[in-house]
């Protein structure tokens, strides 16, 4: 993502200085962001531009506009590292000033070499780094007069959902990641903390909450679950009182990153009673217990069928998101099979897939028996026709139903929505026919009658009662 598109929504112009204010007419240093990287990335830029803003710094959306650059970056696969260097280059080359955080600022010998003009670098989380770099390269001109924050803070995402990131670091060490190695051990935010922030962000108009973390099914497990009161009750720094806490705001809300743990179960009553949306995001990256192992992946494996059989019993709506890694080392044509398998007898909704590819510093690096990069991409390419297959039949299902949806965008004569099954960014769409003609906007809820399906996504129209 380039600054020219940077999804920074301008900042509300501050209100004309009164005859009796002592400031002086000097503009305020700007500052150019760019943000890389997952949804744990962007809730990072999120705090970083929340803080220049209450600082009295204006956020600008083009280089030229800029006294400064801040890149945030992404480190976790080689393409991503790419991507990062390549941003840091651009930034370097269109401004000159340029201060780089996120994951990649673990790795500071490879931004110092490709680009060591660098202004200041720092590795994910590290807020106050960042902010000291600005007030080294920009000072603040701080009034209070004019500082003009919302209260839910800068948000790069769409008014109406928002991600509520609830840890940070993991505790894991899947041997294709570097994550923990960037980001540290689990730390949990504070359950009463992190309900207070979905309370502030439905508040600001938000519809939908996406839980992020890099493993929420271990949310708390690092502060033993502590209790804290939120709204008059006690709630335990847990997955599942999150969830119910959540469900009392009455929005979307969509958990993503989740492991089979065994405690997943408790929560999928809390979906089939409306409380949560029916929706899981797992990331199961394999199927043959052999080559799960050798990717020291978390949770329970070896009953997964069985699991997603009880949930869909209990809770018949709930859409499963999956990403799976094809071609990693060892994986024979016999496991490679059993994973397509896996695919036929688990009917997933939705799945994403890529072919191994290395991490530097990553112990998968040693295993023996890679597999070819000819072979993985057609494992890839056969992996994604399979699913391809199962995805349309599971959304040609849903032609003749009614979907509760939520409005994107307006396109012309059609409204862009997504309905409970279909995270932003990941999943498919709904294209509302008569969105406009119906009055929609971005952030309202609708009932769509669906009509039609590709291997993506629904086609309908707004069911108006008669
Ligand atoms: S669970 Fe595994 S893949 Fe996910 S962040 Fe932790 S170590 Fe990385």
């Known amino acids: 993502m380039s600054l020219h598109e940077l999804p920074v929504k301008p900042i509300p112009a501050p209100a004309t200085p009164r005859a009796t204010s002592t400031r002086s007419a000097a503009a305020n240093p700007k500052v150019g962001f760019v943000s890389l990287g997952c949804p744990k990335a962007l809730v990072d830029s999120e705090r970083i531009l929340t803080q220049l803003r209450v600082e009295g710094y204006d956020l600008v959306p083009t280089y030229d506009d800029a006294d400064v650059v801040v890149v945030n970056t992404c480190g976790f696969i080689d393409s991503a590292v790419a991507e990062s260097l390549d941003a840091i280059g651009e930034a370097m080359a ?167 743990y065994p405690h997943v179960d408790e929560i999928i009553p809390l979906m089939a009673e409306g409380r949560i949306l029916p929706y899981l995001d797992i990331p199961f990256q394999h199927a043959s217990p052999r080559i799960l192992k050798l990717m020291k992946r978390p949770g329970a494996v070896d009953k997964t069928l069985e699991r997603i059989q009880r949930w869909r019993s209990v809770c018949p709506e709930l859409t499963i998101r999956s990403t799976f890694i094809v071609g990693f080392p060892g994986e024979t044509d016999a496991e490679f099979e059993a994973l397509l398998d896996f695919l036929d007898e688990a009917q997933l909704d939705r799945v994403g897939a890529f072919a191994y590819s290395p991490v530097e510093g990553a112990r998968a690096n040693e295993l023996p028996d890679p597999v070819p990069e000819a072979l993985q991409q057609e494992r890839l390419a056969r992996f994604m026709e399979r699913q391809a297959e199962i995805s349309a039949v599971r959304l040609e299902a849903k032609v003749g139903t009614v979907q509760r949806c939520i409005v994107d965008s307006i396109d012309g004569e059609l409204a862009i929505a997504r309905s409970q099954a279909d995270a932003p960014e990941i999943d498919g769409l709904v294209q509302i026919q008569n969105g406009q003609f119906a009055g929609l906007k971005p952030g309202d809820f609708c009932d769509v009658e669906i009509m039609g399906s590709d291997e993506h996504d629904l086609f309908g129209e707004v069911a108006f009662e008669d």
């Open 94 to 260: 269109e401004n000159g000033k340029v201060i780089v955080t996120g994951c990649l600022g673990k790795r500071e010998e490879i931004i110092r070499q490709a680009h060591p003009g660098v202004l200041s670098i720092s590795g994910p989380q590290d807020y106050a780094s960042v902010l000291d770099a600005v007030h080294t390269a920009l000072p603040p001109r701080h009034d209070p007069f004019i500082s003009l924050v919302p209260d839910t803070g800068i948000k790069l995402t769409p008014k109406h959902y928002a991600y509520l990131k609830i840890s940070e670091g993991c505790n894991h060490r899947c041997t294709f990641c570097i994550i923990p190695s960037m980001r540290g051990d689990l730390v949990s935010r504070p359950v009463d903390e992190v309900l207070r922030e979905a309370e502030r962000l439905a508040m600001g108009g938000v519809r939908e909450l996406l839980v992020v973390s890099q493993d929420t099914s271990a949310y708390g497990v690092d502060v033993r679950y502590a209790e804290r009161e939120w709204r008059g009750r006690q709630y335990q720094t847990r997955m599942k009182a999150l969830c119910e806490g959540l469900g009392e705001l009455g929005l979307w809300t969509r958990l993503h990153y989740v492991y089979p």
